[in-house]
């Protein structure tokens, strides 16, 4: 296949993210490609088609830009040529290709160097290209040179691509905050322009912030708003974008018969526009709530018809996901040789993909697989995997964060370095001019000191004036240098304090995970966190939705361990009842001014009542498996610092409790065994 990409108007690149895209725009493009006769013209409308057959059709995208690069190398035009190889890339990394997209992106931004044309849009494809291959940092290089050139070309609809792919940067490494500012700017940005598809767009990205933010309601708000712009403008392709968006959100707020109305509408969007592999992932997802719902046979269909359609297409990232899902669905089927079967499917593709998230699911479910086969040595080796691959990914995840905020403090302290040295220069450019005046004084006072003797005196006093002045302003610049060099110290030392953190709280998170006894899990946690900030009450109550109660497993006050206790979910003001609930944390740092936000009153279940209180919600897969909570007797004993690492240790820990919840389950099987 010959190397082709295209480099199209700013506007039509930015078709393929946004725009709804159907057939009939297709035959409309054909339709004119059989009647303009100018080679030129031709080359950008096959371009075009190859663009909106991008998602549907990738393979007919190609043949497209084929025929696209024979007429521009014929027409012998380096800059059509450089529009073919672009989208060339486009469709490389819409088949997972990324280094290929990303060798063809740098090709044409070299060409489009050598051309003198504006780069802003192939920086953009560049950093999707390494955005996709997972190197964050670069990719936000080169998102922001992108928005500064759009900037001076006063290109407003680039500057809110831009924003809204930097953004995106943001929302993955944890940022969330960030995202979403730079996600209302580009809302703005379209707004002005009346784009409101690029409005829709902005809203499904704030939408994803929310949604990391555990805010369901948010989330879903702003996806409606998106819903609303493209029913309004008829758009397929973005309808069902949000109806594949809003599906995990249902799923999440309990609501599985509104999640799949939403995606059996995005399937059928999908399948009417042509887009397989959107269609694929419906159905998987379909099958995923069906397999929820424990309506096997069901979920086993929808899942087949995915694949059917991944192997097509040859999706490989979306294949391992429904291969693991099928492979989940036998397992819960007891079914363990085709559980086995296809997860071992699934793992195979996800290695060859460097997918980890995937491999870290499917060799949990491998375990639970072989240990229905009673082979509980292979069941523990997966066990191993699973918990190695999940700190492997955290460790990762955690170091990005790190690299990110290395990076930025570099910034500023090169920022900071260049104000002070600016400074610098400006006291010996007046000590230079102080030091002029001193000498021309000298020299008038040689020549007229016969002439006037008070004028001599009177050059003296604006010397010693000067020098005063300039003392004054030297003190006062030593006085900031002195103060900006303690803040870069300390912004120094809080980077080597988070860095130093991190590194602790992913030892722990070892030690827990590689724990299997409850016991021994809950001892360690609680020495751990009385480590790192207050803890005159300790908790971990584990949820049990099937009894609808809170089991208060392991509670300690003021060095004693209180009896194991159960309460009712339907306690709507107990504390842990609405962590579970919301799926938040709460953060109380005087319980008496501050309970109204969480509860209509405070209900203390035993023991005294205290004055700082966290809770972290324990997570697996976005279920609430129990709930975490440190307290202590004094007011502000709390800051960020301490939610955030009791959150990071929430999520450990729930990792620790489905390992040893597996090992339990191993043991008992093997004791049955035996014991038959």
């Not at 109660?549 to 060095?559: A, C, P, S």
Request: hydrophobic share 40%.
């Amino acid at each position: 296949m010959k190397k082709a990409i295209i480099y199209l108007a700013l506007s039509i690149l930015f078709v393929p993210n946004i725009l709804g895209a159907g057939n009939y725009k297709i035959d409309s493009l054909k339709t004119l490609v059989s009647k303009v006769s100018d080679d030129t013209s031709k080359v950008t409308l096959l371009n075009l088609i190859a663009s909106e057959l991008i998602d549907i059709a990738p393979d007919s995208a190609l043949t497209y830009v084929d025929l696209a690069f024979d007429l521009a190398e014929a027409k012998g035009s380096d800059l059509k040529i450089a529009e073919c190889y672009n989208i060339t890339g486009n469709i490389f990394r819409a088949q997972d290709e990324y280094r290929k997209a990303l060798e063809l992106h740098t090709e044409v931004l070299e060409m489009y160097e050598a051309l003198d044309k504006p780069l802003g849009w192939v920086r953009i494809e560049i950093g999707k290209d390494y955005y996709a291959l997972n190197s964050f940092d670069t990719a936000r290089a080169f998102f922001n040179r992108s928005i500064a050139e759009f900037e001076n070309n006063m290109d407003a609809d680039g500057h809110g691509v831009g924003l809204n792919n930097l953004g995106m940067v943001d929302l993955v490494l944890g940022n969330d905050l960030e995202a979403l500012k730079l996600f209302v700017k580009s809302t703005e940005i379209f707004e002005k322009l009346d784009r409101l598809d690029g409005m829709a767009w902005s809203y499904e990205l704030m939408a994803g912030v929310y949604y990391q933010q555990r805010d369901g309601d948010k989330a879903l708000e702003y996806l409606l708003k998106s819903k609303k712009i493209y029913g309004k403008r008829r758009d397929l392709r973005g309808l069902m974008s949000v109806y594949l968006k809003l599906g995990p959100i249902y799923v999440w707020m309990g609501s599985q018969a509104e999640a799949l109305d939403n995606y059996k509408l995005a399937m059928q969007f999908a399948e009417e526009i042509g887009d397989d592999k959107s269609a694929a992932v419906a159905n998987n997802r379909i099958g995923d709530v069906y397999a929820e719902k424990l309506e096997l046979e069901k979920a086993l269909r929808y899942q087949k018809k995915a694949l059917a359609i991944q192997e097509k297409i040859r999706d490989k990232v979306e294949m391992s996901v429904t291969l693991n899902s099928i492979g989940g669905i036998f397992v819960k089927q007891l079914n363990s040789s085709s559980a086995i079967d296809f997860l071992e499917q699934s793992i195979a593709l996800a290695e060859e993909i460097g997918y980890k998230f995937m491999m870290n699911q499917s060799y949990s479910l491998l375990a639970e697989a072989h240990s229905l086969n009673d082979d509980y040595k292979s069941a523990y080796k997966y066990q191993l995997l699973h918990t190695e691959t999940h700190d492997q990914l955290f460790d990762e995840k955690r170091m990005q964060k790190i690299q990110e905020l290395q990076a930025r403090y570099e910034d500023k302290k090169d920022e900071e370095a260049i104000v002070l040295l600016t400074k610098e220069n400006r006291i010996q450019e007046l000590k230079a001019n102080t030091d002029g005046i001193v000498k021309y004084g000298l020299l008038v006072g040689f020549l007229l000191l016969g002439i006037v003797m008070f004028l001599i005196l009177n050059r003296n006093k604006i010397k010693q004036k000067a020098m005063a002045e300039l003392e004054e302003m030297n003190e006062k610049m030593e006085g900031t240098i002195q103060h900006r060099t303690k803040e870069l110290q300390e912004q120094k030392k809080g980077l080597e304090a988070s860095r130093n953190s991190m590194a602790i709280l992913s030892v722990i998170g070892r030690e827990l995970t590689s724990t299997l006894d409850f016991e021994t899990i809950y001892g360690k946690l609680h020495e751990r966190i009385s480590e790192m900030m207050k803890a005159e009450c300790f908790g971990v109550r584990i949820y049990h939705p099937e009894t609808n109660v809170i089991d208060y497993k392991y509670e300690i006050e003021n060095g004693v361990r209180g009896e194991p206790m159960d309460i009712s979910m339907d306690d709507i003001d107990n504390y842990s009842v609405w962590c579970v609930v919301n799926k938040k944390e709460i953060f109380i740092n005087d319980n008496l001014k501050e309970f109204r936000e969480y509860t209509k009153k405070i209900v203390v279940p035993g023991g005294e009542t205290p004055h700082s209180l966290l809770f972290s919600p324990m997570m697996k897969d976005g279920k609430v498996v129990g709930v975490i909570t440190v307290q202590s007797f004094e007011r502000n004993a709390y800051s960020k610092y301490h939610a955030d690492i009791l959150k990071t240790l929430a999520s450990y820990t729930a990792i620790a409790l489905e390992n040893a919840g597996a090992f339990a389950k191993l043991e008992r099987r093997m004791n049955t065994s035996t014991a038959n």
